[in-house]
């Protein structure tokens, strides 16, 4: 079964500063990778995702991830912080295989940005 | 992008009375819509996938009489829960999937329902 792992409960960062919300996940066969941020009292907006391709995505609000196979890592970045990207992140995963397979979530990273 | 819609977005309700969810999508049809369940400062939990015309999978360990849906129509699921007590209050989320997205499942998140039973 998939699964995913956020070691972070939070990470803290001053604005302008880059910033790493860490993810790994585990599945049998080939992922399908997502981050979501969620904001106080909302839904998840979706950041980006990986399939196939390039291992550096690039997403909504100038946010990427690298796609790390060797180290079954999908790690969010952005180069340079805001007060305004302090939420909850999450990562997911699913098999890609065909049919549908559910997401599974992890267990989320509050982001807080410092001005 | 797909927009997907919820409706309350917040209730109170009395112990053992029901409630009833809505979740739309606003721009996109919507055969699978999904509802999950959010407790505080804890990450989401698939509750059941809906599709439309036929009847919901629910997750292990979630009851199917307590949680009631129903996917009518292609932009519309409801989620009743039945006999409310003060456990289910909790943040629902519901998302569905954009058929044009392909195989990759990327799903669009309302902005959830946070119920209070008192």
């Known amino acids: 079964a998939q699964s995913v792992a956020q070691p972070e409960d939070q990470v803290n960062v001053a604005e302008g500063n880059p910033l790493t919300v860490k993810c790994t996940y585990s599945?049998?066969?080939?992922?399908?990778l997502f981050w979501y941020v969620q904001y106080p009292n909302r839904g998840l907006q979706f950041l980006l995702k990986y399939i196939t391709g390039d291992n550096l995505v690039k997403g909504s609000y100038g946010f990427e991830a690298e796609f790390n196979k060797s180290q079954t890592s999908f790690h969010l970045k952005k180069p340079s912080a805001l007060v305004s990207d302090s939420a909850l992140y999450f990562c997911a995963v699913r098999e890609g295989s065909t049919g549908f397979q559910k997401l599974v979530f992890g267990t989320g990273t509050r982001l807080l940005v410092s001005p | 992008g797909a927009v997907v819609s919820q409706h309350p977005s917040w209730v109170i309700c009395k112990s053992g009375t029901s409630v009833k969810i809505e979740c739309r999508s606003l721009?996109?049809?919507?055969?699978?819509m999904f509802w999950y369940r959010q407790f505080p400062k804890q990450s989401l939990m698939l509750m059941a996938t809906?599709?439309?015309?036929?009847?919901?999978?629910?997750e292990q360990g979630v009851e199917k009489d307590k949680f009631l849906i129903n996917h009518a129509s292609l932009t519309l699921s409801t989620l009743t829960v039945t006999s409310a007590h003060p456990e289910d209050s909790s943040f629902y989320i519901c998302?569905?999937?954009?058929?044009?997205?392909?195989?990759?499942?990327?799903?669009?998140f309302g902005p959830g329902t946070r119920l209070t039973v008192l």
């Open positions: 721009d996109f049809q919507a055969t699978t």
């Open positions: 809906s599709n439309e015309g036929s009847k919901a999978t629910y």
């Open positions: 998302s569905a999937r954009d058929p044009t997205s392909g195989s990759t499942d990327t799903q669009y």
């Open positions: 599945v049998s066969g080939n992922p399908y």
